[in-house]
């Protein structure tokens, strides 16, 4: 399941990844922020925390989460993903040389620093 990520920034669009992560997921909890966020900000700050493991996300999950970042191509600026898995965070490395915007992978225990490099582009509120 994804959840809202609570006490976060208004400008970044926060989630939490549980469990088994599914197409509905997304269809009913990531997009609708994102499309408000987007409309609000005129742009995306992104925040995922993997409190899972890779092999939970379904397939038609994995597909909407390509949908989302196609249909929000031009509007990404700062993507946080959070996990202690190592092949996650070299993808997202990989990644971010591929897309608009910057992405950045924190480790779980830097949860908060990333929400702030989410929000602000710094990695520290000084």
């Not at 990844?17 to 408000?36: I, K």
């Not at 989302?68 to 996650?88: E, H, P």
Request: negative net charge; contains cysteine.
């Amino acid at each position: 399941m994804i959840a809202i990520l609570q006490n976060t920034p208004d400008n970044v669009a926060a989630f939490e990844a549980r469990g088994t992560v599914t197409q509905a997921d997304f269809e009913n909890v990531v997009f609708p922020t994102v499309e408000q966020k987007v409309k609000i900000f005129n742009e995306l700050n992104y925040l995922l925390y993997l409190n899972t493991e890779i092999g939970d996300f379904t397939f038609k999950a994995w597909l909407q989460d390509l949908l989302l970042g196609i249909k929000n191509l031009t509007k990404w600026n700062r993507c946080a993903i959070v996990t202690d898995n190592n092949n996650v965070q070299n993808f997202t490395e990989i990644f971010s040389v591929l897309m608009p915007g910057e992405f950045k992978s924190f480790s779980k225990n830097e949860l908060d620093k990333a929400i702030i490099w989410c929000a602000n582009g710094a990695e520290n509120n000084h």
